[in-house]
């Protein structure tokens, strides 16, 4: 045990005499007189195990845990008693101390109690280790790209994160929803709380409301106890909603409730159940058309797009491919163990040229098979899909004349891209920072397929 404890007693023999059985177990072991001394090697000294009496000059053991516990959320507190004062122990535990050993037992019960609060202060540390990993992750700052577009989605996903407005996240497939979901859930006071995911369109109608609402024991054959649904598990916290637009008409009126009332019946009760949930649903549907067809509630889409972040489709970030490309590369290399650090010219173009119906989760998906495919430092086009490669004919498998990467037209393209991705699609705009006529613009962009 490398645990560093630190004792709090104004009687000195008996500290001296607990130090004495620590060290001996090759226990680094500080002291200190009062609470006021203690609180002083708690702030320089990295302290894991406290261990107080509850009576000292300058304070009570028993509030004297509850301040440790408020500012150190690692450290473990054992509290001395005196005998026939049990009360505070129990009062201590209650407060967040570890437990509490009476003054005058054996001393030798001291050990086994520092090996388990130390158990606890590893286990602690670890959770809040992978915690903090997992917040990166999930993270604003983890989110790639200096596109205009992507970076407005960020700024605003930012500040709708501090507030408990529900979300509407639009966007086509593999832009991102589910990460921009998390990071918003992140960068919420609900961060402590559960995040839980659902795809509407994975399931049917009656397991789709059993998956969000539960039910009770007896609601249907096989039902043989109460269970909760995603609503009531992540009570406090987010729940995502994944394509929304697949949700039946029904459970949207189930949702609107929710959303109104903060309300639900589970599937078989006739009683009501409390929650206090965020939601933040995602489509790649449009919603305004679904209304239309009478596939989707207006009164439930004004609930849910509060507030609407639409996220741009990859082929609208061409000036982020290469970065992203190679963050995929690094990520995989090191996953797989390879010493991959580059990417050739022509791999770039390629991926530039690409119309990304699958958008980043498809560009990640390609990049993991070129590292798997690649033997070199280097990726090249040879390891790129089918859809990627050149034809017999001198065509890609879209139809479209090969260009390299030291083509003027290449340069051409990639340039009026960059130049349509800065003005937002605007083409009046793009043609006037490009310093050529409308119909010039339109024609370029006819040529070289630029949507």
């Known amino acids: 045990?490398?645990?560093?404890?630190?004792?709090?007693?104004?009687?000195?023999?008996?500290?001296?005499?607990?130090?004495?059985?620590?060290?001996?177990?090759?226990?680094?072991?500080?002291?200190?007189?009062?609470?006021?001394?203690?609180?002083?090697?708690?702030?320089?000294?990295?302290?894991?195990?406290?261990?107080?009496?509850?009576?000292?000059?300058?304070?009570?053991?028993?509030?004297?845990?509850?301040?440790?516990k408020e500012k150190y959320k690692?450290?473990?507190?054992?509290?001395?008693?005196?005998?026939?004062?049990i009360p505070d122990g129990v009062q201590a535990i209650k407060n967040g101390a570890f437990d509490y050993i009476t003054k005058g037992d054996d001393n030798n019960k001291i050990l086994p109690m520092l090996s388990r609060a130390a158990e606890k202060v590893a286990l602690t540390k670890r959770v809040l280790q992978l915690e903090k990993q997992l917040e990166k992750k999930?993270?604003?700052?983890?989110?790639?790209?200096?596109?205009?577009?992507?970076?407005?989605?960020?700024?605003?996903?930012?500040?709708?994160?501090?507030?408990?407005?529900?979300?509407?996240?639009?966007?086509?497939?593999?832009?991102?929803?589910?990460?921009?979901?998390?990071?918003?859930?992140?960068?919420?006071?609900?961060?402590?709380?559960?995040?839980?995911?659902?795809?509407c369109s994975t399931f049917s109608k009656e397991l789709l409301e059993n998956e969000l609402f539960g039910h009770k024991a007896g609601a249907f054959?096989?039902?043989?106890?109460?269970?909760?649904?995603?609503?009531?598990?992540?009570?406090?916290?987010?729940?995502?909603?994944?394509?929304?637009?697949?949700?039946?008409?029904?459970?949207?009126?189930?949702?609107?409730?929710?959303?109104?009332?903060?309300?639900?019946?589970?599937?078989g009760d006739s009683k009501t159940t409390k929650?206090?949930?965020?939601?933040?649903?995602?489509?790649?549907?449009?919603?305004?058309?679904?209304?239309?067809?009478?596939?989707?509630?207006?009164d439930l889409f004004y609930r849910i797009a509060v507030f609407n972040i639409a996220l741009p489709a990859l082929r609208e970030r061409v000036t982020d491919i290469e970065a992203l490309a190679q963050f995929f590369l690094q990520l995989f290399a090191k996953k797989i163990g390879k010493k991959i650090s580059s990417l050739s010219a022509d791999y770039i173009v390629a991926?530039?040229?690409?119309?990304?119906?699958?958008?980043?989760?498809?560009?990640?998906?390609?990049?993991?098979?070129?590292?798997?495919l690649t033997e070199g430092n280097e990726l090249d086009t040879d390891s790129l899909p089918a859809e990627f490669q050149i034809s017999a004919t001198g065509s890609t498998a879209?139809?479209?004349?090969?260009?390299?990467?030291?083509?003027?037209?290449?340069?051409?393209?990639?340039?009026?891209?960059?130049?349509?991705?800065?003005?937002?699609?605007?083409?009046?705009e793009a043609a006037r920072l490009l310093n050529i006529a409308l119909t010039t613009l339109y024609r370029k962009l006819d040529e070289y397929q630029i949507k």
Do not use: C
């Not at 072991?29 to 302290?47: C, D, F, H, S, Y």
């Not at 939601?279 to 596939?295: C, F, H, P, S, Y």
């Not at 958008?359 to 798997?372: A, F, G, K």
């Open 351 to 372: 991926l530039k040229q690409h119309g990304w119906k699958g958008n980043i989760r498809e560009l990640r998906n390609v990049i993991e098979r070129s590292v798997i």
């Open 221 to 267: 054959t096989g039902a043989i106890k109460d269970t909760k649904g995603i609503f009531e598990e992540a009570n406090n916290g987010t729940v995502f909603l994944d394509e929304i637009g697949e949700m039946p008409l029904d459970l949207q009126a189930k949702l609107l409730r929710v959303l109104e009332s903060g309300e639900f019946l589970k599937v």
């Open 398 to 428: 879209d139809g479209r004349k090969p260009l390299s990467a030291f083509d003027l037209a290449t340069a051409e393209q990639l340039h009026i891209r960059k130049v349509m991705n800065y003005a937002n699609g605007n083409k009046t």
């Open 138 to 199: 999930y993270s604003f700052d983890t989110i790639y790209g200096k596109a205009k577009s992507i970076v407005a989605a960020v700024d605003a996903a930012r500040k709708v994160a501090a507030t408990d407005a529900t979300v509407l996240l639009t966007g086509e497939t593999g832009t991102g929803k589910e990460v921009f979901a998390q990071a918003i859930h992140n960068g919420s006071t609900r961060v402590k709380f559960p995040f839980i995911a659902v795809n």
């Open 74 to 85: 690692t450290v473990e507190v054992i509290l001395l008693t005196a005998y026939g004062n």
């Open 275 to 298: 929650i206090n949930v965020r939601v933040i649903a995602a489509t790649n549907r449009d919603l305004q058309k679904e209304i239309e067809a009478g596939r989707f509630r207006e």
């Open 1 to 68: 045990m490398s645990s560093k404890v630190l004792i709090i007693d104004d009687e000195e023999k008996l500290r001296s005499l607990l130090a004495r059985i620590i060290s001996i177990e090759g226990i680094e072991v500080l002291q200190a007189p009062n609470a006021k001394a203690g609180l002083r090697k708690l702030e320089t000294e990295g302290i894991d195990i406290v261990i107080s009496d509850v009576k000292l000059p300058d304070a009570h053991g028993v509030e004297l845990v509850q301040t440790i």
